[in-house]
């Protein structure tokens, strides 16, 4: 990302009215530019296509397209562990309990910052209604998805824990329909099987999905119907935001489904008491 950002100083003064509003949407916006299409830029900057393709020109790229695998390439990078691990280290003399604590609080301040109510309603008004809920999390998300389908299923019915070990995907999603929800939760590049076992959710099936992830561009965010951004940087991606999100639906779809769900809280509560809980 740094020598894409050199690029833009270094050809400021070169770049007519119109570059250089395309320039500073471009700046603000490396991570979304690597998924959009010319026509999707022109749109959102309100210049012409032509605009946009003398301004990856002046930058030094034969086209638009030479440009977005360039940005790419540095959003891959960016999503590399080996690169961040090396940055977070080279991060000043600050200590690392310091440096997380400072990260986490971060994440979340960025994640409530922007978080759109409407959307997060309508995220619980369809977990909250779904005949079924699958969720499904792998890799280093699998830790999140196994929180919301154990603490989801405490209160509702047909809740299930999409687990790539167990068979096949599809015979999971076998029964699912335009009725059921799925919820997805995966930062950074979404791991190859999450985003199978999305499309196909949605394809086949009709399955409503929710997604947590923390970009709105992203493979995972364009086949949601809900999208909740997360913020989650750090070296092996934070969940601090993640899990507190979590949290929020989870009381929400409480709150929503109040009377069965403090009636099934409260059964719960009574087959426990003698032979879960240490005294």
Not at 20 to 40: D, S
Not at 51 to 70: D, H
């Amino acid at each position: 990302m740094n020598r894409i950002r050199a690029l833009l100083q270094d050809k400021q003064d070169v770049l007519t009215k119109s570059e250089r509003r395309v320039a500073e949407w471009f700046e603000r916006n490396l991570e979304q530019f690597a998924f959009l299409t010319v026509n999707e830029v022109s749109r959102q900057t309100e210049v012409s296509e032509a605009t946009i393709v003398r301004f990856a020109r002046k930058l030094g790229f034969e086209s638009y397209s030479a440009l977005q695998r360039e940005v790419q390439f540095a959003v891959q990078r960016q999503f590399s562990l080996g690169d961040r691990l090396q940055q977070t280290l080279e991060d000043g003399d600050e200590g690392p309990l310091r440096r997380a604590y400072r990260r986490d609080l971060d994440n979340l301040r960025r994640t409530y910052e922007q978080a759109d109510e409407a959307t997060f309603a309508e995220a619980v008004e369809a977990i909250a209604k779904a005949r079924r809920v699958g969720v499904v999390g792998l890799r280093a998300s699998a830790g999140a998805a196994v929180y919301l389908s154990f603490a989801l299923n405490l209160l509702r019915p047909e809740v299930a824990l999409i687990r790539q070990d167990l068979d096949h995907v599809h015979d999971q999603l076998l029964d699912f329909s335009p009725q059921d929800a799925l919820i997805a939760v995966s930062l950074a590049r979404p791991a190859r099987k999450t985003l199978e076992t999305v499309q196909e959710a949605k394809q086949l099936y009709g399955v409503t999905v929710v997604a947590l992830t923390n970009s709105a561009v992203s493979p995972l965010a364009r086949h949601a119907d809900h999208v909740l951004i997360v913020a989650g940087e750090g070296t092996f991606n934070s969940y601090a935001a993640t899990f507190s999100i979590a949290g929020a639906l989870l009381d929400a779809v409480a709150a929503t489904l109040r009377d069965t769900a403090t009636a099934r809280l409260r059964r719960l509560d009574a087959v426990n008491a003698e032979d879960i809980y240490a005294s």
